[in-house]
């Protein structure tokens, strides 16, 4: 069958039809956002199957397809893959040599090895966007300490450095001061067989996130560029639209991440994190799933990114990106000391009846991201307040709402 | 712990707590109000079980927590209640005997079985309204002919005769345009063990419906109040706001469902099915559960309709029931000649980017409620055109999007 997509009619590889013909995806990873995608896949009537690590995991606890596995394991992969029509992930940690063997085998893996290999390593990335003409932090690879010290004479103290593989949410990242705290870091990292590359601190008036996304058949589409503000390397809240972006600026954003899309061969989603600097926009990381950036659009946008993912992923045709009407906050919950998040829901509605909390279920640990609350409304100081101190209050346990 | 609701201090019984603190919710029936209200408990962080007949039903294809019994077996529903804090429902099929039983065994059954047995017995709960001075159709008990005779000879020709229980979308009522005709729906239903009542067929000029929550605390919330189209006695589609409905006739509507719901101890959503009248509004049908004149709230308000059921029934603090800054139209997918679905998906993703399609995993049968679509924006008369095509195009299989 055809559709057509931007005009370009498309073909869709005929299937062997569900109840009601409908595709099954299958996603590596039961974080939170494979629960997300759980509740997208549900109003779209797709089927939906979750790869966790353990039973306990955030979408394993919610979602009827769930298998129990090791997703190192080629075997395992396989064994997944064979209920899907197309295989998607939560995270990056799938091996490369994995998500070959799986496309060898016939899978459809979306994104796809090459494409996800770049969200993967930090070294090949900024070397292919480097290749591409595309603005990003100075970068060198490190094999020694003179290596660090050679970098920061050029680019100046502080130096970052990155594990080439591994980290997110702030791990795997060093801001070092002082030629002796980088050797410290550049120790630890041969201890932990870690490879390391080094970058410019960048000096940002703020960051910004692209989110898009791209379909096999090559369709596009460009959320609202978004703020982000980030606390020791994690995203604490995400404003959008970004608040005073102007339109060349929104647009020159959108195109850089649809180009990029389209470079790389991704399919699914692409979120391009950006420094927003004197002199432009600079790209600071990659990530080829749903974001932490994209939460804002469950409520915020025409079509969430959850629901966006899927079709992307499906070669279905692309929803639209558009603000529904409104200004939207989110602001992350990370765990506190009370371990009952339950029991501080409860004064967050009694609080404020319009916002929206969604947690995560995973077990309150300090630190650890455990849910998010979005507030949408026309003004974006007053809703920003409603958001932070909802997500205080379930984060924090020592602020009244 | 205690919250306030309105004002009043509010006392939440003590629970076991789960991971997170989160409580338990037991959903009797497993069709599509089921299905969504598992999409909204896994963005509460709630846990959610659903009793389903089948293994293959709406929501058991897609809830975690699915138990396969007989709703009618007291040992089976006491078996599902044992893992849930809160006991609720989909349909209205539990035999009152069962709800008895559940309540005198200690579990938490919301709306109770004295509520429910009014959305069970048409009669019951004529004779309810009728004794608290709200405005029905007249009716009355018909136990031969002649009583159906005598009431068309004051409230004239045609008879609506309405089973007394078990009826739904349509099923269950006949309009009868002479005593003839209301003989032989007199003999059928003498065949299959239906009682009766009569009802007189109301001139009304439109058909609205008032839609609340309810909580044990007795907080009460109302949403706007819908215009809803009726087709072969199936609900087609939902306008909401009700266009045109000047803001006396809105507030009466809805305080007359708060009404209703505090006079009948309903906890939960209550549904009042309402006749607009030359002379004011008479109540039609009452159902205490989410209901397909609130499927707009999805995208439509602040907080589903699944939410709040959740909320209500958890005696949690009650969401903001308001608009999300536009119009919402919602129109059913009724099952056509394809059973191909998923196929038909995809035209009607490419004809309108910003539709919201709904498909509940059932299998296509012709006239079947296979899904929904909603579409909101400012023009009430184009997002009406928008959705009937899709909805035209999923259901008929006929005309093109």
Redesign the interface.
């Known amino acids: 069958?055809t559709?057509?997509?931007d005009g370009v009619p498309v073909t869709?590889a005929a299937r062997a039809?569900?109840?009601?013909?409908?595709?099954v995806v299958g996603m590596v990873g039961a974080g939170q956002l494979a629960?997300?995608t759980?509740?997208a896949?549900?109003?779209?009537?797709i089927g939906?199957r979750v790869l966790a690590a353990n039973a306990?995991d955030s979408a394993?606890?919610?979602?009827?397809g769930?298998s129990v596995a090791d997703y190192r394991n080629g075997a395992d992969l396989l064994a997944f893959a064979a209920g899907c029509d197309v295989v998607t992930f939560d995270h990056e940690q799938v091996p490369r040599a994995q998500l070959a063997a799986l496309e060898r085998a016939g899978v459809a893996v979306r994104p796809g090895p090459g494409a996800l290999h770049l969200a993967q390593d930090k070294r090949a990335m900024r070397e292919r966007l480097g290749g591409l003409g595309i603005a990003c932090p100075r970068f060198a690879t490190v094999a020694s300490s003179g290596d660090i010290t050679g970098f920061a004479a050029v680019s100046g103290w502080p130096v970052v450095l990155k594990a080439v593989s591994g980290g997110y949410d702030g791990r795997g990242v060093w801001v070092c001061a002082t030629a002796g705290e980088a050797a410290d870091v550049l120790a630890h990292a041969r201890e932990h067989g870690l490879e390391l590359i080094a970058e410019e601190h960048v000096a940002f008036e703020r960051e910004l996130a692209a989110l898009v996304a791209r379909s096999p058949a090559g369709q596009g589409?460009a959320y609202p560029v978004v703020q982000t503000v980030q606390r020791d390397g994690i995203c604490h809240e995400v404003l959008a639209p970004a608040p005073g972006l102007p339109a060349g600026r929104r647009a020159e954003a959108q195109r850089l991440a649809l180009r990029i899309a389209a470079e790389l061969g991704v399919t699914g989603l692409l979120a391009v994190e950006l420094f927003e600097t004197a002199d432009g926009l600079l790209v600071n990381e990659l990530a080829m799933r749903p974001h932490n950036c994209g939460h804002w659009t469950i409520?915020g946008s025409?079509?969430s990114q959850f629901e966006q993912h899927l079709?992307a992923v499906l070669n279905?045709?692309?929803?639209?990106t558009?603000l529904?009407?409104?200004n939207a906050v989110m602001v992350n919950v990370l765990g506190g000391d009370d371990?009952?998040?339950?029991?501080r829901?409860?004064?967050v509605?009694?609080a404020d009846?319009?916002v929206?909390?969604?947690?995560?279920?995973?077990?309150?640990r300090p630190g650890r991201k455990?849910?998010h609350v979005t507030v949408?409304g026309d003004d974006i100081a007053q809703i920003g307040d409603r958001a932070r101190r909802a997500a205080s209050y379930l984060s924090v346990g020592t602020e009244q709402p």
């Not at 896949?41 to 009537?45: C, D, N, V």
């Not at 371990?339 to 029991?343: E, G, I, N, Q, S």
């Open positions: 069958m559709y057509q997509a869709v039809p569900g109840r009601g013909g409908e595709p629960r997300m759980c509740q896949a549900i109003g779209l009537g939906f306990g394993a606890q919610v979602c009827a769930t589409a409520e025409t079509t079709r279905l045709p692309l929803g639209a558009g529904a009407g409104r371990p009952d998040l339950h029991d829901l409860i004064h509605m009694a009846p319009g929206k909390v969604h947690l995560y279920g995973k077990l309150v455990v849910g949408v």
